[in-house]
């Protein structure tokens, strides 16, 4: 398998799709775009952090880290997508949340019964509530989104570095005791992907995938 040349591949398309997204919101800070560009941009962006999680799984294959003695967690650093703190791109994905009961609390109606008997008894029935329909030129803050832009770049364009990053993250899950999980990757489909592939990062999110997998299997064989 020649992996420097399927990374290459793969590195660029994802570059090119980054730069069409950071394109589409604009140099915004702390400014707002409309809904339907917000939804379009996560559209692409959620699979396109899953695909660059992966290609920085197959870059860190062979990979060993020394570990420094613990220190503290330097001041300023933060995961993209939470506000304050410099921009760093999280190396593992999101666990899906399997025992998470949603609780409603039951609706109290009102035990008042009328009686058609006067006049005077519409006036006290509940009247219908008009909701407002959504407006199609609604926007939304785009602080989060540029971060997390801003994130995805930095790490496309220093992959060598996240993957010393993600080889230094594995060496420490190794000396915990029992930690939550070691592997990258979560197991079933990527964040983010669909059942039916249409667009360009539809296929390159399985294509980065299932390269990942094989780099995790001949990271432990």
């Known amino acids: 398998m020649d992996w420097k040349r399927a990374i290459e591949i793969n590195q660029t398309a994802l570059t090119r799709i980054v730069a ?7 140099i915004v ?19 396109a952090e899953a695909a660059v999680r992966r290609l920085i799984v197959i870059a860190a294959r062979g990979l060993k880290a020394d ?14 997508g939470k506000a304050g703190g410099r921009i760093s791109f999280q190396l593992f994905d999101s666990r899906k949340q399997f025992n998470r009961i949603r609780r409603t609390a039951p609706r109290v109606e009102p035990r008042i019964h009328f009686f058609d008997v006067s006049p005077l008894v519409p006036l006290f029935q509940p009247r219908p509530v008009e909701t407002p329909a959504p407006k199609s030129d609604d926007t939304v803050d785009a602080q989060r989104l540029s971060r997390r832009l801003a994130a995805i770049k930095m790490a496309l364009e220093t992959l060598p570095r996240q993957a010393k990053r993600l080889a230094r993250w594995k060496a420490r899950r190794a000396t915990m005791a029992s930690p939550k999980f070691t ?11 669909r059942k039916m592939a249409r667009e360009e990062i539809d296929f390159i999110l399985r294509e980065c995938h299932a390269l990942a997998w094989d780099a995790l299997k001949e990271d432990t064989s």
Not at 20 to 26: F, K, N, Q, R
Not at 183 to 193: E, T, Y
């Open 20 to 26: 069409g997204l950071i394109a589409m919101v604009g």
């Open 183 to 193: 592997s990258p990757l979560r197991p079933g489909p990527p964040p983010g992907n």
């Open 29 to 47: 800070s702390g400014g707002r775009i409309p809904k339907p560009l917000y939804r379009a941009v996560l559209r692409v962006l959620h699979p």
């Open 67 to 80: 570990l420094s003695p613990p220190r503290p967690m330097p001041k300023g650093l933060a995961i993209a």
